[in-house]
Nanobody, 119 residues
């Protein structure tokens, strides 16, 4: 079982920066993909960024060049550095671990942390 705890959300003005952190307890395997999703009011949850244990990253087009995902395999942690924030980045951000097992993906989720960007 994997438990995820996020921290670092808050209120920031447009153009500002925030850094989200996620600490995972339990066993994290090298094949697990760690990442961040977000959900704005009235919208579906969407992938923001993901990273493999080898450092391969993937970003949503809307955050490319502004957000950076990183991972510390020794600490079972994943981070999201968010720069040049925009009001449309306002959402609840969720830490995610995706595990491939028995020909299926299994997802573990954190409780979410609110990010609010004021204009």
């Amino acid at each position: 079982q994997v438990q995820l705890v996020e921290s670092g959300g808050g209120l920031v003005q447009a153009g500002g920066s925030l850094r989200l952190s996620c600490a995972a307890s339990g066993v994290i395997f090298s094949i697990d993909v760690m990442g961040w999703y977000r959900q704005a009011p009235g919208k579906q949850r969407e992938l923001v960024a993901s990273i493999t244990s080898g450092g391969t990253t993937h970003y949503a087009d809307s955050v490319k060049g502004r957000f950076t995902v990183s991972r510390d395999n020794g600490k079972n942690a994943v981070y999201l550095q968010m720069n040049s924030l925009k009001p449309e980045d306002t959402a609840v951000y969720y830490c995610n671990v995706a595990r491939w097992r028995s020909l299926n993906w299994f997802d573990y989720w954190g409780q979410g942390t609110q990010v609010t960007v004021s204009s």
